[in-house]
Every structure is written in C-alpha cells, then in structure tokens.
C-alpha cells in the first residue's frame, strides 16, 4: 500500500502536465491565419466546388458546382 500512493499520484500529475501542456503550448506560425494573405484571398475567384455521394448499392453521383 506505501507505493500506491506515490504511483497514483505520479499518474495524475502527469495526466494534469499533459492537459496543462497541450493548452498553454506555443502555436504553430500559419501565414494565413496570422497575416490575412496567402493563396485563399476572398477577392479571387473560387475554384468549383466538387461533392460525391453515393450509398451501397446505387451508383456514386458527383455534383460540380461553380460558385
């Protein structure tokens, strides 16, 4: 019983560091995100978008749409 404690206690703290880390770490830099330029600028034209679906058993339907 003596070394469950420390055990258990060594799991939590170490559950806490990872919740804890995965928050409060540095973001990665995104150009797009951080700057408002990159390839996906508002003012071009959008390229057409492309929806497939199908269900088993009946033929795939892909439906292209210009925006």
Same mark, same amino acid.
């Given at each position: 019983?003596?070394?469950?404690?420390? &055990?258990? #206690?060594? $799991? %939590? $703290? &170490?559950?806490? /560091? #990872?919740? &804890?880390? =995965? =928050?409060?770490?540095?973001?990665?830099?995104?150009f797009?995100?951080? /700057? *408002? +330029?990159? +390839? *996906?600028?508002? &003012?071009?034209?959008?390229?057409?978008? %492309? +929806? $497939? /679906? *199908?269900?088993?058993?009946?033929?795939?339907?892909?439906? %292209? /749409?210009?925006?």
């Amino acid at each position: 019983m003596d070394w469950q404690q420390p &055990a258990a #206690l060594a $799991v %939590v $703290v &170490a559950t806490a /560091t #990872l919740i &804890a880390w =995965r =928050r409060l770490r540095p973001r990665r830099f995104d150009f797009h995100r951080e /700057t *408002g +330029c990159g +390839c *996906g600028s508002p &003012a071009g034209p959008r390229p057409p978008s %492309v +929806c $497939v /679906t *199908g269900r088993r058993g009946e033929r795939p339907r892909i439906i %292209v /749409t210009d925006r």
